[in-house]
């Protein structure tokens, strides 16, 4: 009879599950209008972000993919969380995202980039309040939960 191997599924960790604060649909002010709706993939590795809005008089539409990277043939996941957002306009962007208390970063490219958004949540979790900051500019939101 041949031993049957005990194995435990993956499992997606506290920093990655931290992010369903994010969850549930919100209302973009400020540079950057419209509504942005964030998701769980089913088994809570990935949350998904659906993009629609305008931006300097562009109307941008997309989806974000944010999780740690586990490559194919590899058992380890990336040390970071990354995303990548795949746009109307044909971009492709990768982040990393850190949430440290209340205030959330998501680096353009990786850590320590000086392109970056920075934002604070309010004591209800309900309010973000913050700003892109890149080299030559920057911008201010607000996203105001509605879902």
């Known amino acids: 009879m041949a031993e049957i191997e005990n194995t435990q599924a993956a499992q997606p ?5 931290a992010l369903d604060r994010l969850a549930g649909t919100w209302r973009v002010s400020g540079g950057a209008k419209g509504t942005v709706t964030y998701r769980w993939l089913a088994g809570g590795f990935f949350l998904i972000q659906d993009i629609a809005l305008e931006h ?3 109307k941008i539409t997309g989806i974000e993919v944010i999780g740690r990277e586990r490559p194919f043939m ?3 996941s990336s040390e970071d969380i990354k995303s990548r957002v795949y746009d109307s ?3 492709t962007l990768d982040y ?7 205030t959330l970063t998501i680096w353009g490219l990786e850590k320590g980039s000086p392109a970056y958004y920075r934002g604070t ?3 209800d979790g309900d309010t973000v309040r913050g700003g892109w900051v890149f080299p030559g500019g920057g911008y201010q939101t607000v ?3 509605i879902g």
Request: proline share 0%; charged share 45%; hydrophobic share 25%.
């Open 13 to 17: 960790d506290e920093q990655v599950l």
């Open 56 to 58: 300097d008089g562009r």
């Open 74 to 76: 590899s058992d380890k």
């Open 89 to 91: 306009e044909g971009n």
């Open 96 to 102: 990393v995202y850190e949430l440290d208390g209340d």
């Open 121 to 123: 949540f309010d004591a």
């Open 143 to 145: 996203m105001t939960r």
